[in-house]
């Protein structure tokens, strides 16, 4: 259980780190992707480019 819960904390790190890299490739502005503000601070939901990045990465390991 502590194994997963690493993996995906580090995911969420990665991720957060290649956010500003993700935009300029567009990837942070598909439809379906949220974003709002609330009590003045932007929360970004990448809903849409978080389902495109797990599909990419399943065609990769299946290839592999």
């Given at each position: 259980m502590?194994?997963?819960i690493l993996v995906i904390v580090a995911g969420?790190?990665?991720l957060g780190l290649l956010a500003p890299t993700l935009n300029k490739l567009g990837l942070g502005?598909?439809?379906?992707?949220?974003?709002f503000r609330f009590r003045g601070r932007l929360i970004y939901?990448?809903?849409t480019?978080?389902?495109l990045i797990s599909l990419l990465f399943t065609l990769i390991l299946r290839i592999l």
């Open positions: 502590l194994k997963w969420v790190v990665l502005r598909l439809p379906g992707d949220l974003q939901l990448p809903i480019t978080t389902i």
